[in-house]
């Protein structure tokens, strides 16, 4: 009867190499979700007080609240450079962050 010389490794088991490295690729990704997470969070909180900020001058220019009165072409320009600049942000962010990776 002959004994084995070695015993059978299974194929299926990592090395640890490779379960240090599954460690810290998991370790980024959740890094990088978390930062993600962080910077819309940062946007849209910035994008919500530039509008309230936007339509309360909108609301102060249409009841001249303390005299306030600006004319029709800046009122203009101002609703029309918010209404861009945070669908600009928003449309880079979005793009940015949920960006698929091709191979």
């Known amino acids: ?3 084995p010389s070695e015993p059978q490794q299974p194929q299926n088991r990592i090395t640890t190499v490779e379960a240090k490295n599954w460690i ?4 980024v990704v959740d890094h990088k979700i978390r930062s993600q997470t962080h910077m819309i969070q940062f946007l849209l ?5 530039l509008l309230a ?3 309360g001058i909108f609301l ?10 600006l004319n029709c072409g800046l009122m203009q320009w101002l609703g029309g450079a918010t209404v ?14 949920f960006k698929e990776v091709k191979n």
């Open 1 to 3: 009867m002959a004994l």
């Open 53 to 55: 900020g936007t339509f």
């Open 60 to 69: 102060l220019q249409g009841f001249k609240a303390w005299g306030f009165n």
């Open 24 to 27: 810290l690729e998991e370790r």
């Open 84 to 97: 861009g600049g945070v669908g600009g942000l928003l449309t880079l962010a979005y793009g940015a962050v």
């Open 45 to 49: 909180w910035a994008d919500g007080l």
